[in-house]
């Protein structure tokens, strides 16, 4: 089995971790496993009958049928067995996809636990684009597998068992002709698995290159035209139908070359059984009944087989795919801190960081904010502000010097520890499907109604909880009751206040307020704000002003810090950006 190669940013579980994981979860579901086994094995039983009774009528219109009392009774148990055999099967196939929904519900809840357990940083820095690959395609993949391939596949190897079996105790010598064909099966599936998926592959690839070239030649017609480019366009499309048909040409050599030696190898072996079976009942070796049972059995094998080979592909990409979402659990995420900060200090120290390395866009940032204090950050866009800003709320980790919280690293304290002592204020307030009361706890749980109230009064947010029909039990979201974009505003300021971190950094080019509500919002975000250290990105003097002190960062440095009126009577770039903002 090939094992998918680490592509992206993340990791990938190796196939062992793989086999231990599914057998753990088929532990876990021992007995909806086993009840689904024993619905299958009594479908393949009952399929194995009805080889038996046509045999006994064969041997009885023959002449020497003494088993068998007469056609009624045959037809009887022939029916009987078609009856179990569905039903078992029907109960099977019930009782398999509530074990698989079960399987896949598990797969995701431990899949999502280990995506929301990834520091942001580190999401960040292998970028989100083969989280989202792995969430959708992946878990698709992993689904059509465990869902349509994994049963057909248990249900066929089953069938194939029993098949042998049967065969074996009905004419061991017949069982034989199987055997040259299985080494036949086994390669040439290897050989065609191995080269028809890279096949298929290239032809995805080359027709979806032709599609795109076609559009973006009817969309750009005009240019084209202008440019005189038509003539270049029509060959390049050319070349591309080419090669598409080429790649198409490609897997389609392949099929004429397995498809008939698959089908060969269904043929031959009943070919035999029938010869070989003839021969052993001429000579006395063995009865009609049992010939026309077990040629009757070799021809009930071709159904399965097929079945085991054209899911080996799927069950292989269902692999591969368990494989990258499990690897998401094996990302390294920084050791924890198993210190508790012991104070409301924020510190950064000598803070360098690079996003690529030998680029540092901070040069050794000192910032000490007294508790409480209100800190903006002022400088040139591309200064670095921000960036900083993410460092002080942990999401990143300084290259060297430090940012501590109470004396411990910020990054290396888990999110939700975090989270109480400094929060980023974004744009992102984003309200979930759930009800009010909900999305209100999130980051605080334990938060009783009266304190959920509290924090609404607090930011005006109390005609809207008279607004909606429910009160705090009111379902929000998609489909539900809408709020309107202040009124989400209010929920997420009102969040800030339940988690009541002491300290908060606020960039105010994404912050949270919308430009449309923000006059209304201006006081509630105040309210938010008191009594607790703000460091804010400052986009707008104002509230460089207001602020008890002021770090101007260039080039990721401070350049000059101190009190609005200390930095005007310096004379330096602060006054100057003052001077030519209130010109302006
Ligand atoms: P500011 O907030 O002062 O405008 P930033 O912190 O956004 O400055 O950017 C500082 C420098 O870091 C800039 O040169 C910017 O191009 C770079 N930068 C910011 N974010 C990233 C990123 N995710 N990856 C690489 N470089 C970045």
Same mark, same amino acid.
């Given at each position: 089995m090939?094992?998918?190669?680490?592509?992206?940013?993340f990791?990938?579980?190796s196939?062992?971790?793989?086999?231990?994981?599914?057998?753990?979860?088929?532990?876990?579901?021992?007995?909806?496993?086993?009840?689904?086994? $024993?619905?299958?094995?009594?479908?393949?039983?009952?399929?194995?009958?009805?080889?038996?009774?046509?045999?006994?009528?064969?041997?009885?219109?023959?002449?020497?049928?003494?088993?068998?009392?007469?056609?009624e009774?045959?037809?009887?148990?022939?029916?009987?067995?078609?009856?179990?055999?569905?039903? %078992?099967?029907?109960?099977?196939?019930?009782?398999?996809?509530?074990?698989?929904?079960?399987?896949?519900?598990?797969?995701?809840?431990?899949?999502?636990?280990?995506?929301?357990s990834?520091?942001v940083?580190?999401?960040?820095?292998?970028?989100?684009?083969d989280?989202?690959t792995?969430? %959708?395609?992946?878990?698709?993949?992993?689904?059509w597998?465990?869902?349509?391939?994994?049963?057909?596949?248990?249900?066929?190897?089953?069938?194939?068992?029993?098949?042998?079996?049967?065969?074996?105790?009905?004419?061991p010598?017949?069982?034989?002709?199987?055997?040259?064909?299985?080494?036949?099966?086994?390669?040439g599936?290897?050989?065609?698995?191995?080269?028809?998926?890279?096949?298929?592959?290239?032809?995805?690839?080359?027709?979806?290159?032709t599609?795109?070239?076609?559009?973006?030649?009817?969309?750009?017609?005009?240019?084209?035209?202008?440019?005189?480019?038509?003539?270049?366009?029509?060959?390049?499309?050319?070349?591309?139908?080419?090669?598409?048909?080429?790649?198409?040409?490609?897997?389609?050599?392949?099929?004429?070359?397995?498809?008939?030696?698959?089908?060969?190898?269904?043929?031959?072996?009943?070919?035999?059984?029938?010869?070989?079976?003839?021969?052993?009942?001429?000579?006395?070796?063995?009865?009609?009944?049992?010939?026309?049972?077990?040629?009757?059995?070799?021809?009930?094998?071709?159904?399965?087989?097929?079945?085991?080979?054209?899911?080996?592909?799927?069950?292989?990409?269902?692999?591969a795919?368990?494989?990258?979402?499990?690897?998401?659990?094996?990302?390294?995420?920084?050791?924890?801190?198993?210190?508790?900060?012991? %104070?409301?200090?924020?510190?950064?120290?000598?803070?360098?960081?690079?996003?690529?390395?030998g680029?540092?866009?901070l040069?050794?940032?000192?910032?000490a904010?007294?508790?409480?204090?209100?800190?903006?950050?002022?400088?040139? %866009?591309?200064?670095?502000?921000?960036?900083?800003?993410?460092?002080?709320?942990?999401?990143?980790?300084?290259?060297?010097?430090?940012?501590r919280?109470?004396?411990?690293?910020?990054?290396r304290?888990?999110?939700?520890?975090?989270?109480?002592?400094?929060?980023?204020?974004?744009?992102?307030?984003?309200?979930?499907?759930?009800?009010?009361?909900?999305?209100?706890a999130?980051?605080?749980?334990?938060?009783?109604?009266?304190?959920?109230?509290?924090?609404?009064?607090?930011?005006?947010?109390?005609?809207?909880?008279?607004?909606l029909?429910?009160?705090?039990?009111?379902?929000?979201? $998609?489909? $539900?009751?809408?709020l309107?974009?202040?009124?989400?505003?209010?929920?997420?300021?009102?969040?800030?206040?339940?988690?009541d971190?002491?300290t908060l950094?606020?960039?105010?080019?994404?912050?949270?307020?919308?430009?449309?509500?923000?006059?209304?919002?201006?006081?509630?975000?105040?309210?938010?704000?008191?009594?607790?250290?703000?460091?804010?990105?400052?986009?707008?003097?104002?509230?460089?002003?207001?602020?008890?002190?002021? $770090?101007?960062?260039?080039h990721g440095?401070?350049i000059?810090?101190?009190?609005?009126?200390?930095?005007?009577?310096?004379?330096?770039?602060?006054?100057?950006?003052?001077?030519?903002?209130?010109?302006?």
């Amino acid at each position: 089995m090939t094992e998918a190669a680490p592509v992206h940013g993340f990791p990938v579980a190796s196939l062992k971790t793989v086999r231990r994981y599914f057998s753990a979860a088929i532990r876990r579901e021992r007995r909806a496993t086993a009840a689904v086994l $024993a619905f299958y094995v009594a479908a393949s039983i009952a399929g194995l009958v009805g080889p038996q009774v046509l045999g006994q009528v064969v041997a009885r219109a023959a002449g020497n049928g003494r088993e068998i009392r007469s056609i009624e009774v045959a037809a009887a148990v022939f029916l009987v067995a078609l009856l179990v055999q569905g039903l %078992s099967s029907t109960a099977a196939s019930r009782a398999a996809g509530h074990l698989t929904a079960r399987l896949l519900a598990r797969l995701r809840g431990d899949f999502v636990g280990a995506v929301l357990s990834l520091p942001v940083g580190v999401v960040e820095d292998a970028g989100t684009g083969d989280l989202q690959t792995r969430a %959708s395609s992946d878990v698709e993949q992993l689904t059509w597998s465990v869902r349509q391939a994994a049963p057909q596949m248990v249900v066929a190897i089953g069938q194939c068992t029993a098949i042998v079996i049967a065969l074996l105790f009905t004419a061991p010598l017949l069982a034989l002709v199987l055997l040259p064909t299985l080494p036949v099966l086994a390669l040439g599936t290897r050989w065609y698995l191995s080269l028809a998926r890279p096949g298929y592959q290239r032809t995805m690839a080359s027709w979806d290159q032709t599609n795109s070239r076609v559009q973006e030649t009817a969309a750009g017609g005009r240019t084209i035209e202008t440019l005189s480019l038509a003539e270049r366009r029509i060959s390049q499309v050319d070349a591309d139908i080419r090669e598409w048909v080429a790649t198409e040409l490609y897997t389609m050599r392949l099929r004429t070359i397995y498809f008939p030696l698959t089908e060969a190898c269904y043929v031959v072996p009943l070919v035999l059984a029938v010869l070989v079976g003839g021969l052993l009942h001429a000579d006395g070796h063995l009865s009609i009944a049992a010939t026309t049972a077990a040629v009757l059995y070799v021809q009930l094998l071709i159904s399965p087989v097929d079945t085991v080979l054209s899911y080996l592909d799927e069950i292989q990409l269902g692999t591969a795919s368990l494989g990258r979402l499990l690897g998401v659990s094996e990302i390294e995420k920084p050791d924890l801190a198993e210190d508790e900060p012991v %104070s409301p200090h924020v510190v950064a120290k000598d803070v360098h960081y690079a996003y690529r390395t030998g680029h540092d866009v901070l040069n050794g940032i000192d910032l000490a904010p007294v508790p409480g204090s209100r800190v903006a950050l002022v400088g040139p %866009s591309g200064a670095g502000k921000s960036t900083f800003a993410l460092l002080l709320t942990g999401v990143h980790a300084p290259r060297t010097g430090y940012v501590r919280i109470g004396g411990v690293d910020a990054h290396r304290l888990p999110t939700d520890r975090l989270r109480q002592e400094v929060v980023l204020v974004t744009q992102e307030y984003h309200i979930f499907n759930g009800t009010l009361r909900e999305n209100l706890a999130l980051a605080s749980p334990d938060a009783t109604d009266a304190e959920l109230v509290t924090a609404l009064e607090a930011v005006d947010g109390l005609p809207m909880l008279e607004r909606l029909p429910g009160g705090l039990d009111t379902r929000l979201g $998609a489909g $539900a009751n809408q709020l309107s974009p202040g009124e989400s505003q209010q929920v997420a300021l009102a969040r800030l206040i339940l988690a009541d971190p002491h300290t908060l950094v606020l960039d105010e080019a994404t912050a949270l307020l919308d430009p449309r509500a923000a006059r209304h919002l201006e006081r509630s975000l105040a309210r938010v704000l008191e009594g607790r250290t703000v460091i804010a990105v400052a986009h707008r003097l104002q509230t460089a002003r207001d602020a008890d002190y002021i $770090a101007v960062i260039d080039h990721g440095r401070i350049i000059e810090q101190g009190s609005h009126d200390d930095l005007l009577a310096a004379e330096g770039s602060y006054a100057a950006l003052w001077r030519s903002w209130q010109g302006a």
